[in-house]
């Protein structure tokens, strides 16, 4: 049986003024509506279009139901919107799942009129519940902002337009989401729940960003998904597209970043829109362990870290790499492994390791920034394409990237463009084989991403009030009077005279309830990580110094140079 796509594409320009007009929505339905037909056998293709006038919020819920709940198991869903998005106070009853007590909406031609309301995100949640009962791919393309904060940007100086309106800051009674769907559950004693899909969200931009309308009358998000969905041929997985649209993003919008969000285990991996898809797989260990199941990569490898957002992952059997075992998600994202549940009450035995492939969105990639050398960055993408665990992109936009490639002398050196472009690493560029130099560079980027994601950890899901914690720099004035440094980053002056000094302890409190262990780890500006202590520590209000009283431990700096940089992580 074919595969039918059904399409719901929503595009508003005529907004009422006390909303805001735009100019670019229209087109945008318009320029991808073309893209789909000459991309899928037009006998395949179901698309309803509501333009302005059309898109009601009624209209939008009825094709929903109507529509897009045709689609099967063997079939595609896309549901495009292009307009105004904003915030409104949300019912009381949805509280305890969203503190901030705001919905996330799409704002309807009529959303604004006297009794009308936006199509809030508990409401689509609801819409697309009901569309997983037949288990079809299902893929939603947002260009409009999350919320109703406007700021005159570095864009909106240079003509483009921001997609958001006026927030609504009166509450929304509940019997109004959805016909009344969440006060009936209420009425039958069910409780409140907002349930969760299978599917993946295209979003033009994150929660604190605005999604732009370019001069030329589109959305920049848009218009860069379409343009990166042709060059490619289409056959790209969720997770490729992902990389290249806000690398794309960046050369035209200043501050707008591309967010792609799976929910209920979509395979970011999968080809867009349900299309067939080249990948390289990438897998990693899975094994039992002291009474857990894990795997034997973490956020160093790229794994979002985001407690929100589990990361998902197919299991194979180790001597069947074709066989699909269950799945997984995981509880605990840590440096190097992580910890696992496993899914769909699969059958395991702690005696076997499995093979783990993620399914999840990758985290945003290290940006290098190459300029010119066009033999050179084809090469160079083309080797990233086949190893996806290196998640590094080029660009030709300087803002942004902490790192640079320069062809110099024969050479290919990277370099770290924050320290006057000190140089890193230098490798030869053989010239008729430019893929031999690709292969050569492509470990030493991924040695200076995990570097970076290192240098970057962070638990945001800790049980411990980080609070108790004190961590501070102390250094040794000439008075001999100790001065404290609270803060994240310490600046120290010194005199051309000295060649060293000696005057600086890293010191830490412990003022929780418990005893904690201290690692501390020095991450040098060669790309080492080397820890300098690692203890126990009781709690309690005295002051522990972990680095610094020895003599043979001090700051030095090199004659060449006027400053240099210390990292240290706890």
């Known amino acids: 049986m074919a595969t039918t796509l059904y399409g719901l594409l929503v595009g508003i320009n005529g907004y009422p003024p006390e909303v805001g007009k735009l ?13 789909l037909k000459g991309a899928w056998d037009n006998a395949n293709l179901a698309i309803e279009v509501l333009k302005d006038a059309d898109a009601t919020r009624g209209n939008i819920i009825n094709q929903f139901r109507s529509h897009l709940a045709k689609a099967t198991k063997e079939d595609v869903v ?58 079809p791919h299902v893929a939603l393309i947002i260009d409009s902002c999350h919320s109703g904060s406007i700021t005159r940007d570095v864009d909106q100086m240079s003509g483009m337009v921001p997609r958001v309106t006026h927030e609504v800051n009166i509450e929304r009674p509940l019997e109004t989401y959805l016909y009344g769907h969440y006060a009936d559950l209420i009425k039958q004693g069910k409780g409140l729940s907002i349930p969760t899909s299978r599917h993946i969200v295209l979003s033009a931009c994150n929660r604190v960003q605005t ?13 860069t998904l379409i343009d990166v969905l042709k ?18 993003v960046r050369r035209r919008a200043d501050n707008q970043d591309p967010q792609f ?41 790229g794994l979002p870290v ?19 075992a269950g799945r997984a998600t995981t509880t605990q994202v840590g440096p190097q492994n992580s910890v696992l549940q496993l899914l769909d009450d699969f059958k395991s035995d702690p005696a076997v390791s499995y093979q783990g ?18 033999d050179i960055k084809k090469a160079l993408e083309d080797a990233l394409d086949k190893d996806k665990s290196v998640n590094v992109m080029l660009t030709d936009i300087e803002q942004g990237s902490r790192y640079a490639l320069a062809a110099e002398g024969g050479q290919l ?110 991450c040098s500006t060669s790309y080492r990580i080397s820890p300098l202590c690692n203890e126990p520590i009781q709690p309690g209000d005295q002051w522990i110094t972990l680095w610094g009283d020895d003599q043979t431990k001090q700051y030095f700096m090199l004659s060449s140079g006027n400053q240099s940089f210390d990292y240290f992580k706890l």
């Not at 060059?231 to 794309?248: E, H, I, N, P, Q």
């Not at 797989?281 to 362990?289: A, L, P, S």
């Not at 985001?306 to 699909?324: A, H, I, Q, S, T």
């Not at 492939?357 to 066009?374: C, D, F, H, N, R």
């Open 211 to 223: 999604a732009k309308e370019a001069p030329d009358r589109t959305g920049v998000f848009t218009s």
């Open 23 to 35: 100019r670019g929505c229209l087109n945008d339905v318009d320029h991808f509506h073309d893209y």
């Open 78 to 135: 896309v549901f495009q919107y292009c307009g105004h998005g904003a915030r409104w106070a949300s019912a009381m009853a949805f509280r305890e799942f969203f503190s901030d007590g705001k919905d996330e909406g799409l704002v309807c031609i009529d959303s604004r009129r006297p009794g009308g309301f936006d199509l809030a995100d508990k409401e689509l949640a609801v819409l697309l519940d009901e569309l997983a009962k037949n288990n």
């Open 261 to 301: 969000e799976t929910h209920g285990n979509f395979d970011s991996y999968s080809g867009f829109l349900g299309r067939k898809a080249t990948q390289t797989e990438h897998r990693f260990r899975v094994y039992f362990d002291f009474g857990k199941w894990k795997v034997e990569c973490g956020a160093i490898h």
């Open 231 to 248: 060059k490619s041929g289409g056959d790209l997985t969720y997770a490729d597209l992902f990389v290249r649209c806000r690398a794309a």
């Open 413 to 522: 050196k990277l370099l770290q463009r924050e320290m006057d472009h000190k140089l890193i690493k230098a490798t030869e560029i053989v010239v008729d084989r430019l893929d031999v130099t690709a292969s050569v560079m492509l470990p030493i980027f991924k040695h200076v991403a995990q570097w970076e994601r290192t240098l970057s950890l962070q638990n945001p899901s800790t049980k411990l009030d980080p609070s108790c914690v004190d961590f501070v720099f102390v250094e040794k004035m000439d008075d001999g009077k100790d001065r404290v440094y609270p803060t994240k980053e310490v600046i120290l002056d010194f005199a051309p005279t000295q060649e060293k000094w000696e005057r600086g302890r890293i010191k830490v409190r412990n003022r929780s309830n418990q005893t904690l262990h201290f690692l501390l780890a020095y």
């Open 306 to 324: 985001d407690p929100e957002k589990p990361v998902g992952l197919n299991l194979y059997f180790e001597n069947d790499r074709g066989k699909l």
């Open 357 to 374: 492939q993620i399914i999840s969105l990758p985290s945003a990639p290290m940006l290098v920034y190459l300029k010119g050398e066009e």
